[in-house]
């Protein structure tokens, strides 16, 4: 099984800056695909940034694209986490932010919610103007 962790989301003020991180437990693979989504009120959950395993491929949505910076910690090989780097934050990122992780590589980032096996419990980021 594996477990997915999330962490880093809070309340802050329009412009700030949040990291978030995605730790992996458990027995997963050693190449995966990581994404992260987000779900905000009565809205469908989005791709928001995706990397694979080594940071050799990513993609963002459009919507923070040059904002937001995904990456995997690569200071320490026994451990698997992900972060988000979430710069110039607007009340339109309010949302709850999940990281998700697949384990078959594609040739692009899957953006669709179907495409990941594991999903982290989700942590909240809220935004204010």
């Known amino acids: 099984q594996v477990q997915l962790v999330e962490s880093g989301g809070g309340l802050v003020q329009a412009g700030d800056s949040l990291r978030l991180s995605c730790a992996a437990f458990g027995r997963h693979p050693s190449i995966f695909t990581m994404g992260w989504f987000r779900q905000a009120p009565g809205k469908e959950r989005e791709f928001v940034a995706g990397?694979?395993?080594?940071?050799?491929?990513?993609?963002?949505?459009d919507a923070v694209r040059g904002r937001f910076t995904v990456s995997r910690d690569h200071t320490n090989h026994t451990t698997n986490i992900v972060y988000l780097q979430m710069n110039g934050l607007t009340p339109e990122d309010t949302a709850i932010y999940y990281c998700a992780l697949r384990r078959k590589l594609t040739v692009t980032i899957p953006l669709i919610p179907d495409e990941y096996e594991y999903w982290g419990q989700g942590t909240q980021v809220t935004v204010s103007s």
């Open positions: 990397t694979t395993w080594n940071g050799g491929r990513t993609d963002y949505a």
